[in-house]
T-cell receptor
């Protein structure tokens, strides 16, 4: 079946540091890929998406590129802020079903 | 409404009680999903509706779990004879189609004591 594996946390960074969260997937067919974010006390929010190979999703300074050859969709941000502290989930959509990774907790210190 | 609304936000149930969790999706969204998120884990698929039809219930963990969406809008997830292992956040999501992603509600945190 479909599955998503993402980097285990927690990850603690200083403000303005570079953030990478690794995500790899296993799926049949041609899934769409997503990153969702969950801020403390809030629900899941869509951060960015890519629907086909080599697409780059971007939002709020975050980027991720759909790499079919390595089955990866790593999330990156060049300069994090304290407000980026959250749990980040990588997910794939195959047909109608979203499958999530376990989540990576990111804490950014001032 | 502007988003997916879930109620109640928190629910404490004694073991063996029945509970009902409500989801109001975004108006016009055909697809509706229920997910279960255990503490420290990613959401796990429970069931999927397209309009009023329940097309996939393969993720429901036992026959104590039942979901319905009788008129193709509001959905209810019912858990009978709750057990401690049912404690989790139950998320509802709705969407217009796969390329748009799905919008999630804030969830209902169920604690079974």
């Amino acid at each position: 079946g479909d599955s998503v594996t993402q980097m285990e946390g927690p990850v603690t960074l200083s403000e303005e540091a570079f953030l990478t969260i690794n995500c790899t997937y296993t799926a049949t067919g041609y899934p769409s890929l997503f990153w969702y974010v969950q801020y403390p006390g809030e629900g899941l929010q869509l951060l960015l998406k890519a629907t086909k190979a080599d697409d780059k999703g971007s939002n709020k300074g975050f980027e991720a590129t759909y790499r079919k050859e390595t089955t990866s969709f790593h999330l990156e941000k060049g300069s994090v802020q304290v407000s980026d502290s959250a749990v980040y989930f990588c997910a794939l959509l195959n047909d109608y079903k979203l499958s999530f990774g376990a989540g990576t907790t990111v804490t950014v210190r001032a | 409404g502007a988003g997916v609304s879930q109620s109640p936000r928190y629910k404490v149930a004694k073991r063996g009680q029945d509970v009902a969790l409500r989801c109001d999706p975004i108006s016009g969204h055909v697809s509706l999903f229920w997910y279960q998120q255990a503490l420290g884990q990613g959401p796990e698929f429970l069931t999927y509706f397209q309009n009023e039809a329940q097309l996939d219930k393969s993720g429901l963990p036992s026959d104590r779990f039942f979901a319905e969406r009788p008129e193709g809008s509001v959905s209810t997830l019912k858990i009978q004879r709750t057990q401690q292992e049912d404690s989790a956040v139950y998320l509802c999501a709705s969407g217009q189609g796969r390329d748009y992603g799905y919008t999630f509600g804030s969830g209902t945190r169920l604690t079974v004591v």
